[in-house]
């Protein structure tokens, strides 16, 4: 068939081309951006030789046996087989689980890797989560996380940091929650393409505008599979503090990235929980050479960081959705210009980002946590924890713990329970140098059963 077709195949063939180029050339944007490479900017810059020793780096994960690859992305099959053999080869610490599919059936992996994971999580143990790729052609995230994994893994009893992190925390990792946009996403592009294919899902959906929206209620808004499935998650599981990783700029941004203002930006949007956000976003900067100078990507934050609203308004986020639905606090990072920049370019990202990724997950043990039990040392799982001045709750798990992420400080913080008294306790002084354990017992309101009375 071919032979006897090939003059029309190939006028085929030519006419098609033709199209392409026609088609980037009436897009300049996206000509001038995949055009430019991304060693040519300025947040490579900061990188010298000596950063880039590679046992530094990785550590133990540096290893030839262990033949991790930093120069290029895994693509979504490789991850796969790459988070299971790590399950087979180390039960006891790694766990891979899918928290459900993409529209196009691909499973969005969760990656847990901690201390004795095979057994229930240990009372008090704090749950962490990295969230990447939710823009599938934010590709960064996803290369570091699939970096991450390794790092922490293959460091676990090798390096003291790593073991004290994956002893005291439960960590997930999911590398991308939009696989579909992932696979359709093309290397080198700094831009979306055209129609913003791969940044959005399988369906044409961008899932960081997909969900409820706390200043519009709308219950007619459809949710895509993806954000139904990541919504789940948020909502079941006691997670206390998450990164949502994203690209196209350089900065740490924090709650809220909405208002309830017609405004699109410019002014900040304010979050009970202010000051730790702030301090928790200056952290990441700080330790970031690419973000701290707080220049980059043609865009200008003080210090790298910023008020998500301040910036522009993202209705119906996810780094909202967490904070106002959970117990979850997520803060957004941006971390490359280019949203999916030449593998080559990844090591320079792993440099950049590094210390603040690991500075992060330590954030989970900040502020204070404990237990709200009753006189029978029984969990009081309806229990509540106020803090005086910050109007945001904190809901007890069914195992009776809380975790209060909070700035340093002194506090006076308030345990309180449909049918209890509450315990309040005054003076806590937060420095965030150890975590600081306050536990409260409630007593029943009328604790002896009433006499025959109504019935
Ligand atoms: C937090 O709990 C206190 C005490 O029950 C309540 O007065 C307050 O309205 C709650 N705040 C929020 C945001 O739910």
Same mark, same amino acid.
């Given at each position: 068939m071919v032979s006897k077709n090939w003059p029309l195949f190939f006028l085929g063939a030519i006419l098609f081309l033709l199209l392409i180029g026609f088609s980037a050339s009436r897009s300049p944007s996206l000509n001038r951006i995949s055009k430019r490479s991304i060693s040519d900017q300025d947040d490579l810059n900061f990188l010298d030789e000596e950063q880039t020793d590679l046992d530094e780096l990785f550590g133990a994960a540096a290893k030839p046996e262990?033949?991790?690859?930093?120069?290029?992305?895994?693509?979504?099959?490789?991850?796969?087989?790459?988070? =299971?053999?790590?399950?087979?080869?180390?039960?006891?610490?790694? $766990?891979?689980?899918?928290?459900?599919?993409?529209?196009?059936? $691909?499973?969005?992996?969760?990656? /847990?890797?901690? =201390?004795?994971?095979?057994?229930?999580?240990?009372?008090?143990?704090?749950?962490?989560?990295?969230?990447?790729?939710?823009?599938?052609d934010e590709t960064v995230g996803y290369a570091l996380m699939v970096f991450l994994i390794q790092y922490l893994v293959y460091n676990d009893q090798v390096d003291d940091r790593v073991t004290k992190i994956l002893s005291s925390t439960d960590v997930y990792i999911l590398p991308t929650i939009n696989p579909d946009g992932y696979t359709k996403s093309q290397e080198g592009l700094c831009g979306s393409l055209e129609g913003y294919v791969g940044r959005q899902n399988a369906e044409g959906v961008d899932l960081n505008r997909n969900f409820p929206e706390q200043f519009e209620y709308n219950e007619d808004k459809v949710y895509a599979q993806?954000?139904?499935?990541?919504?789940?998650?948020?909502?079941?599981?006691?997670?206390?503090?998450?990164?949502?990783? =994203?690209?196209?700029?350089?900065?740490?941004?924090?709650?809220?990235?909405?208002?309830?203002?017609?405004?699109?930006?410019?002014?900040?949007?304010?979050?009970?929980?202010?000051?730790? #956000?702030?301090?928790?976003? $200056?952290?990441?900067?700080?330790?970031?050479?690419?973000?701290?100078?707080?220049?980059? +990507?043609? #865009?200008? #934050?003080?210090?790298?960081?910023?008020?998500?609203?301040?910036?522009?308004?993202?209705?119906?986020?996810?780094?909202? #959705?967490?904070?106002?639905?959970?117990? +979850?606090?997520?803060?957004?990072?941006?971390?490359? +210009? +280019?949203?999916?920049?030449?593998?080559?370019?990844?090591?320079?990202?792993?440099?950049?980002?590094?210390?603040?990724?690991?500075?992060?997950?330590?954030?989970? $043990?900040?502020?204070?946590?404990?237990?709200?039990?009753?006189?029978?040392?029984?969990?009081?799982?309806?229990?509540?924890?106020?803090? /005086?001045?910050?109007?945001?709750?904190?809901?007890v798990t069914s195992r009776g713990e809380y975790w209060r992420l909070l700035a340093p400080g002194q506090y006076t913080i308030t345990a309180t329970a449909t049918g209890y008294e509450p315990v309040s306790t005054k003076n806590i002084i937060v420095d965030n140098k150890e975590p600081n354990r306050l536990d409260f017992v409630l007593a029943k309101i009328n604790g002896r059963k009433r006499g025959p009375g109504r019935i």
């Open positions: 262990y033949g991790l690859k930093i120069d290029s992305y895994l693509s979504y099959e490789k991850l796969d087989s790459l988070i =299971h053999q790590l399950q087979k080869k180390y039960p006891n610490l790694v $766990r891979v689980r899918s928290i459900g599919k993409s529209v196009e059936g $691909r499973e969005l992996w969760a990656v /847990q890797i901690t =201390h004795d994971v095979q057994e229930e999580r240990k009372l008090l143990k704090p749950m962490f989560k990295y969230v990447a790729n939710m823009h599938g993806e954000t139904k499935v990541i919504m789940q998650f948020i909502k079941t599981q006691p997670f206390v503090l998450s990164g949502n990783l =994203h690209g196209g700029a350089i900065v740490a941004s924090y709650p809220y990235d909405s208002s309830p203002y017609e405004e699109n930006c410019c002014f900040e949007s304010k979050v009970p929980d202010r000051k730790f #956000f702030i301090q928790l976003a $200056r952290n990441y900067a700080n330790k970031n050479p690419m973000m701290s100078p707080g220049r980059a +990507c043609g #865009f200008q #934050f003080d210090g790298g960081i910023t008020n998500g609203n301040n910036w522009y308004k993202v209705p119906g986020g996810m780094q909202d #959705f967490n904070y106002v639905n959970s117990n +979850c606090f997520e803060m957004t990072m941006e971390i490359s +210009c +280019c949203k999916y920049p030449p593998g080559r370019d990844l090591r320079a990202y792993w440099v950049a980002n590094k210390e603040s990724l690991l500075d992060f997950i330590e954030s989970t $043990r900040k502020g204070i946590y404990g237990l709200v039990v009753d006189k029978e040392g029984d969990p009081v799982p309806s229990a509540k924890i106020t803090v /005086q001045g910050i109007n945001k709750n904190i809901t």
